[in-house]
């Protein structure tokens, strides 16, 4: 079993900045990917990125390139996201995910039902 929890979240201006970290803990030896994904209220759960545990390969959804950046430090065993730049419609609740699962089939890992664990979530509020 694998733990995670996020922290970071809270209210921020547009065009703020805010980092997300997700620490994980229990079998971490087992995790092939980490994933951050997002909900927003009366919306489906979306993917906002991923990052291979051990090598660093990194994807971005495409509404996120070029403003957010997804990061590891093995040795803390924590992701994080670093989101500059944001807007209004960033405010969600943002889930950290980790899956053991290798796949080389496209968009795979923005799925989130390929996906094992999951946060608890940490809220984000992007205020005008």
């Known amino acids: 079993q694998v733990q995670l929890v996020e922290s970071g979240g809270g209210l921020v201006q547009a065009g703020g900045s805010l980092r997300l970290s997700c620490a994980a803990s229990?079998?971490?030896?087992?995790?092939?990917?980490m994933g951050w994904f997002r909900q927003a209220p009366g919306k489906e759960r979306e993917f906002v990125a991923a990052?291979?545990?051990?090598?660093?390969?990194?994807s971005y959804a495409y509404f996120v390139k070029g403003r957010f950046t997804i990061s590891r430090d093995n040795g803390k065993n924590t992701v994080y996201l670093q989101m500059n730049s944001l807007k209004q419609e960033n405010t969600a609740v943002y889930y950290c995910?980790?899956?053991?699962?290798?796949?080389?089939?496209?968009?795979?890992?923005?799925?989130?039902?390929?996906?094992?664990?999951w946060g608890q979530g940490t809220q984000v509020t992007v205020s005008s």
């Open positions: 995910a980790a899956t053991p699962r290798f796949a080389s089939v496209p968009y795979y890992y923005a799925d989130s039902r390929n996906y094992d664990y």
């Open positions: 990052i291979s545990w051990s090598g660093g390969d990194t």
């Open positions: 229990g079998r971490t030896s087992s995790i092939y990917k």
